[in-house]
């Protein structure tokens, strides 16, 4: 069974009114890797994925879940 860590980056971002770039800002990274999380084609560290959820205000459990 293949299992893949889902997120919510994207609809919590935008419920925040933070672009991409924004994001990556508060959180330290470069956008192209908030991007590349967004969209599932990199799996982030625990570290970032906290800092996500802190700079979205949303528990880590509510941004991310694996998917079966």
Not at 4 to 13: G, M, P, Q, T
Not at 42 to 68: C, D, G, M, Q, Y
Request: charged residues 25%; hydrophobic residues 45%; aromatic residues 4%.
């Amino acid at each position: 069974m293949t299992e893949r860590l889902a997120n919510r980056i994207k609809s919590e971002r935008e419920t925040a009114e933070l672009t991409q770039a924004a994001l990556a800002e508060l959180v330290g990274v470069s956008r192209k890797t908030i991007n590349t999380v967004e969209n599932g084609v990199f799996t982030p560290s625990a570290t970032l994925a906290l800092k996500l959820a802190h700079a979205l205000n949303v528990r880590v459990e509510e941004l991310f879940w694996i998917e079966r």
